[in-house]
């Protein structure tokens, strides 16, 4: 299926056509039809009919390819076509029976070899079309990360913002072709066609559930550290699933279920404007921005959204239909109630649906007098439940 796969998608580097293979050249030269960008056109023999992407692309991709689906169909890509590319774009779109993919070297691959850095040791971060702080979830003291799809200077401000000032920024340009420069990123702020490289040096922030308080802006509301690490152990996260974070307060739950992995994705649903806000610059600054906030109400703010794997109920529990909308979903579920009202409700839940009840204490030690001694906070009894489960 795979050689007679009617898209070949041909990966091209900055050594353009003298740096391809024979499979390379003759899947152009054979096509009936060459899409590509300018730059990757520009740098084909004369005599190779092109065709150049339209611009936007994603809106007239389906109806290029079926205008053209009787044809033999070559696409260039920079590099490995399935590194940020067009090559996962088409696969997406047509399957990967129907692509056939002619990778050349990535920009990570010749980034590294420059560097000497290992692949096992290197966090690639893609910002293609994407937004920029999702860097800040991966700065951790001696990481190494390549960025790609940014300038140094807009990572040197982030940098700074986050306490990474005194990094090594590295802008690697033009790899692999004739005018190949590696230069300081911190002087040299920008350049076409580069890869961005981080040599860490900044505080450190744990990638386990439970950050501390002051990582997260808030104004009170806020599912506290020792609380919200038991809530995100009973969620479970998994690569890839969704999460609902219901009276989000300072979006904490959804961030970090939404650090656990980059394929995470989580929604927060927040009635208050000003705290939707907040929860904003919370997942910019914890690497997440991705986080999707909806302003409005449980249970009417929740129709529509796309069904989650996880459920976090930190607020509105007392608010008629509530429970039973997020029960209905038959997500696996973590609620919190610290009222007597809302933990009569938790109690109910319990008792007709199983699962898990449990009353968190925390107290913690500070100042009493000439001593130390304990200050209780508000206990919280917490309720979690695994479709299909009736522990009791």
């Given at each position: 299926m795979r050689?007679?796969s009617p898209v070949?998608v041909?990966g091209i580097?900055?050594?353009?056509?003298?740096g391809?293979?024979?499979?390379?050249?003759?899947?152009?030269?054979?096509a009936?039809?060459v899409f590509?960008?300018?730059?990757?056109?520009?740098y084909?023999?004369?005599?190779?009919a092109?065709?150049p992407?339209?611009?936007?692309?994603?809106?007239s991709?389906d109806?290029?390819?079926a205008?053209?689906?009787?044809?033999r169909?070559c696409?260039?890509?920079?590099?490995d076509?399935?590194l940020?590319g067009?090559g996962?774009t088409?696969?997406?779109?047509?399957?990967?029976?129907?692509v056939h993919?002619?990778?050349?070297?990535?920009s990570v691959?010749l980034?590294r070899?420059?560097l000497?850095?290992?692949a096992?040791?290197t966090?690639?971060?893609?910002v293609?079309?994407?937004d920029?702080?999702?860097?800040?979830?991966?700065?951790?003291p001696?990481?190494?990360?390549?960025?790609?799809?940014s300038t140094?200077?807009?990572?040197?401000?982030l940098?700074k913002?986050r306490?990474?000032g005194?990094s090594?920024l590295t802008?690697l340009?033009?790899?692999g072709?004739s005018q190949?420069?590696?230069?300081?990123?911190?002087t040299?702020?920008d350049?076409?066609l580069?890869v961005?490289?981080?040599?860490c040096?900044g505080?450190p922030?744990?990638?386990v559930?439970?950050l501390p308080?002051d990582?997260f802006?808030?104004d009170?509301?806020l599912t506290?550290?020792d609380?919200r690490?038991?809530?995100?152990?009973?969620l479970a996260?998994v690569?890839?699933e969704l999460?609902?974070d219901?009276g989000?307060g300072?979006g904490?739950v959804?961030i970090e279920w939404s650090?656990?992995h980059?394929?995470n994705?989580a929604?927060?649903?927040?009635?208050?404007?000003?705290?939707?806000?907040?929860i904003g610059r919370?997942a910019d600054?914890l690497?997440?921005?991705?986080l999707?906030?909806?302003t409005?109400?449980?249970p009417d703010a929740l129709s529509?959204l796309?069904?989650p794997?996880?459920?976090?109920l930190?607020?509105g529990?007392t608010?008629?239909g509530?429970?039973?909308?997020c029960?209905?979903?038959?997500a696996?579920?973590?609620?919190?109630?610290?009222?007597?009202?809302?933990?009569?409700?938790?109690?109910?839940?319990?008792?007709e649906?199983?699962?898990?009840?449990?009353r968190l204490?925390?107290?913690?030690a500070?100042?009493?007098?000439?001593?130390?001694g304990w200050?209780p906070a508000?206990?919280?009894?917490?309720?979690?439940?695994?479709?299909?489960?009736?522990?009791?």
């Amino acid at each position: 299926m795979r050689e007679k796969s009617p898209v070949t998608v041909v990966g091209i580097g900055a050594d353009g056509w003298a740096g391809l293979t024979g499979p390379a050249r003759d899947a152009i030269t054979g096509a009936d039809v060459v899409f590509g960008g300018p730059r990757q056109l520009a740098y084909l023999p004369d005599d190779v009919a092109v065709t150049p992407w339209p611009s936007p692309l994603l809106p007239s991709l389906d109806g290029l390819l079926a205008e053209h689906a009787d044809q033999r169909i070559c696409v260039l890509a920079s590099g490995d076509p399935l590194l940020s590319g067009i090559g996962t774009t088409l696969i997406r779109r047509l399957g990967a029976e129907h692509v056939h993919i002619v990778p050349a070297l990535s920009s990570v691959t010749l980034a590294r070899a420059r560097l000497g850095w290992a692949a096992e040791e290197t966090e690639v971060v893609t910002v293609v079309g994407r937004d920029v702080h999702r860097v800040n979830r991966v700065l951790a003291p001696g990481r190494r990360v390549l960025v790609l799809g940014s300038t140094a200077g807009t990572l040197g401000d982030l940098l700074k913002a986050r306490g990474y000032g005194e990094s090594l920024l590295t802008v690697l340009a033009e790899l692999g072709g004739s005018q190949e420069r590696v230069l300081d990123g911190w002087t040299y702020p920008d350049a076409e066609l580069s890869v961005i490289a981080i040599d860490c040096v900044g505080p450190p922030l744990s990638l386990v559930s439970g950050l501390p308080d002051d990582a997260f802006e808030h104004d009170g509301q806020l599912t506290k550290r020792d609380l919200r690490a038991s809530a995100l152990s009973r969620l479970a996260p998994v690569p890839g699933e969704l999460l609902w974070d219901v009276g989000a307060g300072a979006g904490s739950v959804g961030i970090e279920w939404s650090r656990a992995h980059p394929l995470n994705r989580a929604i927060a649903v927040e009635r208050d404007p000003e705290r939707v806000a907040r929860i904003g610059r919370n997942a910019d600054t914890l690497g997440v921005p991705e986080l999707r906030v909806v302003t409005g109400s449980a249970p009417d703010a929740l129709s529509g959204l796309p069904e989650p794997d996880a459920i976090f109920l930190g607020g509105g529990l007392t608010a008629p239909g509530v429970l039973q909308a997020c029960l209905a979903i038959g997500a696996r579920l973590v609620a919190h109630g610290v009222t007597l009202e809302s933990e009569q409700i938790l109690a109910t839940a319990y008792a007709e649906h199983g699962g898990e009840l449990t009353r968190l204490s925390v107290e913690h030690a500070a100042p009493l007098g000439g001593f130390t001694g304990w200050t209780p906070a508000r206990t919280v009894t917490q309720w979690s439940r695994t479709p299909g489960s009736r522990t009791r």
